[in-house]
Nanobody
């Protein structure tokens, strides 16, 4: 059974940084792209970034240049380094993987950007 566990969220001031982690189990981690999504209050969940299997990365335009997605296949963990955080980055952040025909999600970690 695939399990994803996010950690690293918290309260940070505008301009600050946080690093989120997503620990995966029950899957061959290096074989799958890992995705980060976020959901702000009252809004739909949106895709944020992807760490591909071959080292490729992709980002939604609103976070380009501020967020960095990465993965450590030896640790079965994906990361989202967030810098220059803005109040509009406030959301619950989720990691996601598609294994076969099934989507798996973590429980989410809250990120609040506020002074």
């Amino acid at each position: 059974q695939v399990q994803l566990v996010e950690s690293g969220g918290g309260l940070v001031q505008p301009g600050g940084s946080l690093r989120l982690s997503c620990a995966a189990s029950g899957m061959i981690f290096g074989s799958y792209a890992m995705h980060w999504y976020r959901q702000a209050p009252g809004k739909q969940r949106e895709w944020v970034a992807t760490a591909g299997t071959g080292g490729t990365t992709n980002y939604v335009s609103s976070v380009k240049g501020r967020f960095t997605v990465s993965r450590d296949n030896a640790k079965n963990t994906a990361y989202l380094q967030m810098s220059s955080l803005k109040p509009e980055d406030t959301a619950v952040y989720y990691c996601n993987v598609l294994v076969g025909l099934r989507d798996y999600w973590g429980q989410g970690t809250q990120v609040t950007v506020s002074s």
